[in-house]
């Protein structure tokens, strides 16, 4: 299983660009790498998905080097709202075991 | 579709009772999966399931059981609780196979032992 590793926490300002960098040295040929987004007392809601260089969607972004060793969450113009923990998380496409790792708890200041 | 559902939303329990949580999805996902999150932390895989009858052991499985008899409904049960169980469970369920590898979360059950 691929181990996954995030910064803790993260401080931003709204309207800037916001990158969160997993390191997942493991990663394994099959996995697929997800992000997501977490609110206080919700449970965890997709973000976005990708194998390799570089997918967008209409709230993020999401880069992934050649060696796969690590992948870069980008948010676009942070507002309040975005505040929450985001997950980078491994899918381990043989056994469907899928670990969070420990979230980095991006804050954005006004 | 109601999603992923999960019940019930609060549950106090004393020292060794014993409880089943439930959740249940209607999209037809073969995939279900319960984690536990303590506060402050992140998720824990506790147990998972690839179809109905099939299950198996995540990450902390120690003082839970579970089954799945048909697509729709993974009940997770605590055998004897323990303050050490108190935390907020959610369940999620996921298709396999058709490309995209997003889990769908319940709300969650926040459960305390006293």
């Known amino acids: 299983l691929a181990k996954t590793t995030q910064p803790i926490s993260m401080d931003s300002y709204e309207g800037q660009e916001v990158n969160i960098t997993c390191s997942h040295n493991?990663?394994?040929?099959?996995?697929?790498i997800t992000w997501y987004q977490q609110f206080p007392s919700q449970g965890p809601r997709f973000i976005i998905q990708?194998?390799?260089t570089k997918v967008t969607n209409e709230v993020a972004s999401l880069f992934i080097p050649a060696d796969r060793k690590s992948s870069t969450l980008s948010l676009p113009r942070v507002s309040l709202s975005d505040t929450a923990v985001y997950y980078c998380l491994v899918g381990d496409s043989g056994t469907y075991k899928y670990i969070f790792g420990t979230g980095t708890r991006l804050k954005v200041l006004a | 579709n109601a999603g992923v559902t999960q019940t019930p939303k609060f549950q106090v329990l004393k020292t060794g009772q014993s409880m089943t949580l439930q959740c249940a999805q209607d999209?037809?996902?073969?995939?279900m999966s319960w984690y536990r999150q303590d506060p402050g932390m992140g998720l824990r895989l506790i147990h998972y399931s690839v179809g109905a009858g099939i299950t198996d052991q995540g990450e902390v499985p120690n003082g839970y059981n579970v089954s799945r008899s048909t697509t729709e409904d993974f009940p997770l049960r605590l055998l004897s609780a323990a303050p050490s169980q108190t935390s907020v469970y959610f369940c999620?369920?996921?298709?396999?196979?058709?490309?995209?590898?997003?889990?769908?979360f319940g709300p969650g059950t926040r459960l305390t032992v006293t």
């Open positions: 493991n990663i394994a040929t099959n996995d697929y």
């Open positions: 999209m037809n996902h073969e995939y």
């Open positions: 999620a369920s996921r298709q396999p196979g058709l490309g995209s590898y997003e889990q769908y």
């Open positions: 990708g194998y390799k």
